[in-house]
Nanobody, 122 residues
Framework: QVQLVESGGGLVQAGGSLRLSCAAS????????MGWFRQAPGKDREFVAH???????VYADSVQGRFTVSRDNAKNTVYLQMNSLKPEDTATYYC????????????????WGQGTQVTVSS
């Protein structure tokens, strides 16, 4: 069992930065691959970024070059550094954990946090 708690969301102007954190409980955190997803009002949840237990990363095209995902297994925490934010990045951001399966499909993830709101003003 893994419990996830996101933090770090907020209101920021376009071009600004935020760092989201996702704190995980459970001794086996380092075994899990972690994903970040986001969901804007009226839209489907979409993939943002992924990091394997060894640190390999994958990003959605829309955030490539602006967002960076990282993890600290000693602290049971995964991060999403978001730079050059745009109004279209406004959404609720979720972290999720899985042991395998599709990187991009939310259905392959076993555990989810409650989400943290990111709002980017123009």
């Amino acid at each position: 069992q893994v419990q996830l708690v996101e933090s770090g969301g907020g209101l920021v102007q376009a071009g600004g930065s935020l760092r989201l954190s996702c704190a995980a409980s459970g001794r086996t955190f380092s075994s899990y691959a972690m994903g970040w997803f986001r969901q804007a009002p009226g839209k489907d949840r979409e993939f943002v970024a992924h990091i394997t237990w060894t640190g390999g990363t994958v990003y959605a095209d829309s955030v490539q070059g602006r967002f960076t995902v990282s993890r600290d297994n000693a602290k049971n925490t995964v991060y999403l550094q978001m730079n050059s934010l745009k109004p279209e990045d406004t959404a609720t951001y979720y972290c999720a954990a899985h042991l395998g399966g599709s990187t991009y499909r939310s259905s392959s993830y076993n555990y989810w946090g409650q989400g943290t709101q990111v709002t980017v003003s123009s």
